[in-house]
């Protein structure tokens, strides 16, 4: 069970499910899309991103960056050290989520590692070395399903969703087949958009040293090549989601691709990707209460045909998300 925050008010709550599903909308596009005054929304929305309900970053996709392995790691640690080995894990710059789970004697966290090397010292070197670390799972990310980057939690209509969410990038049967070397200009404009998704291009300009309509160009080229997502984190107790559980789910692997693409949709479902390991696709789900999580398990995990097996583990913590460690977590 998480932990219990003071909810928002009904419209904060919808202008901050609106973030995630356009990270870098103006106030003027969701008060139209919301039905509320442009001036509303900056009176509401500034708030929420000073305090870090909101956090807006950005995550770079491992297409783009061919040394960058995807890794979901399950590790069982002795109770009594799990806080302190979960806030190592999320000052590490390379891990993106940091969860507690179960009973209070396991941690998944999801790593963007630099590299074989990397990998190889977090898994030879780091956790063996760790005394309260009893044993671990790794599971590389071979496919992550977009549709569930926009979650909302069922507090925007599809109307509302898809009027929000920017135009998508035309394909280009010219374009080559392979990706272009990105330039040292489109690396610094990445990292500062992980530090702050939401940069005016006039302070992205001087941070990267160059003219705001460069900075301009290069973010709009960035996002339209899906060299970077952007993102919005989202305190999910301040929305009045007090149940979140990760499921570990063994699909027919005919039916990956669909049954990956259909939970991924899903107005309850964060995150869906296909792994490796025991289990082959990892799916996020936030629930209002326990009661919707058991309908969600039933109604539609139950109606799926290609589902052989599923692990429900529930999240006690949330430690880090998106890239950002969450206020008052460590």
Same mark, same amino acid.
């Given at each position: 069970?998480?932990?219990?925050?003071?909810?928002?008010?009904?419209?904060?709550?919808?202008?901050?499910?609106?973030?995630?599903?356009?990270?870098?909308?103006?106030?003027?596009?969701?008060?139209?899309?919301?039905?509320?005054?442009?001036?509303?929304?900056?009176?509401?929305?500034?708030?929420?991103?000073?305090?870090?309900?909101?956090?807006?970053?950005?995550?770079?996709?491992?297409?783009?960056?061919?040394?960058?392995?995807?890794?979901? /790691? &399950?590790?069982?640690?002795?109770?009594?050290?799990? =806080? $302190?080995? +979960? *806030?190592?894990? !999320?000052?590490? %710059?390379?891990?993106?989520?940091?969860?507690?789970?179960?009973?209070?004697?396991?941690?998944?966290?999801?790593?963007?590692?630099?590299?074989?090397?990397?990998?190889?010292?977090?898994?030879?070197?780091?956790?063996?070395?760790?005394?309260?670390?009893?044993?671990?799972?790794?599971?590389?990310?071979?496919?992550?399903?977009?549709?569930?980057?926009?979650?909302?939690?069922?507090?925007?209509?599809?109307?509302?969703?898809?009027? /929000? &969410?920017?135009?998508?990038?035309?394909?280009?049967? =010219? $374009?080559? +087949? *392979?990706?272009? !070397?990105?330039? %040292?200009?489109?690396?610094?404009?990445?990292?500062?958009?992980?530090?702050?998704?939401?940069?005016?291009?006039?302070?992205?300009?001087?941070?990267?040293?160059?003219?705001?309509?460069?900075?301009?160009?290069?973010?709009?080229?960035?996002?339209?090549?899906?060299?970077?997502?952007?993102?919005?984190?989202?305190?999910?107790?301040?929305?009045?989601?007090?149940?979140?559980?990760?499921?570990?789910?063994?699909?027919?692997?005919?039916?990956?691709?669909?049954?990956?693409?259909?939970?991924? =949709?899903?107005?309850?479902?964060?995150? !869906?990707?296909?792994?490796?390991?025991?289990?082959?696709?990892?799916?996020?789900?936030?629930?209002?209460?326990?009661?919707?999580?058991?309908?969600?398990?039933?109604?539609?995990?139950?109606?799926?045909?290609?589902?052989?097996?599923?692990?429900?583990?529930?999240?006690?913590?949330?430690?880090?998300?998106?890239?950002?460690?969450?206020?008052?977590?460590?």
């Amino acid at each position: 069970m998480l932990k219990e925050s003071h909810p928002l008010s009904e419209t904060d709550r919808r202008i901050a499910a609106a973030m995630p599903a356009s990270p870098r909308a103006s106030w003027r596009t969701v008060g139209r899309v919301l039905g509320i005054s442009e001036r509303t929304v900056v009176r509401r929305a500034a708030p929420l991103f000073h305090d870090r309900t909101l956090r807006a970053t950005a995550v770079r996709n491992p297409l783009w960056f061919p040394d960058l392995i995807p890794l979901a /790691l &399950r590790i069982r640690c002795r109770p009594n050290r799990i =806080s $302190a080995i +979960a *806030a190592t894990l !999320a000052r590490r %710059p390379d891990t993106v989520w940091v969860d507690i789970l179960g009973g209070g004697d396991e941690i998944c966290t999801i790593l963007f590692l630099d590299g074989p090397d990397a990998r190889n010292s977090l898994l030879l070197r780091d956790l063996p070395a760790t005394p309260a670390v009893q044993s671990w799972t790794s599971h590389i990310l071979l496919q992550v399903f977009p549709a569930a980057f926009d979650w909302s939690g069922g507090l925007l209509t599809q109307t509302e969703l898809t009027s /929000l &969410r920017p135009e998508p990038p035309r394909p280009d049967s =010219s $374009a080559p +087949a *392979a990706h272009p !070397a990105l330039q %040292p200009l489109d690396h610094a404009i990445v990292t500062t958009l992980i530090e702050d998704g939401r940069a005016s291009y006039t302070d992205l300009a001087r941070r990267v040293d160059t003219t705001a309509l460069t900075a301009r160009r290069r973010l709009e080229a960035l996002t339209a090549g899906q060299v970077v997502r952007l993102a919005t984190e989202v305190d999910l107790a301040r929305l009045g989601i007090r149940t979140e559980a990760l499921l570990w789910i063994t699909v027919a692997p005919g039916g990956l691709e669909e049954t990956g693409r259909r939970l991924s =949709s899903h107005p309850q479902v964060r995150f !869906a990707s296909a792994t490796t390991g025991p289990s082959n696709l990892l799916v996020a789900v936030a629930a209002a209460d326990l009661n919707a999580l058991y309908h969600f398990l039933n109604d539609t995990i139950g109606a799926l045909p290609h589902i052989a097996t599923l692990d429900v583990t529930p999240i006690l913590s949330g430690v880090k998300r998106t890239g950002l460690v969450r206020p008052g977590s460590l």
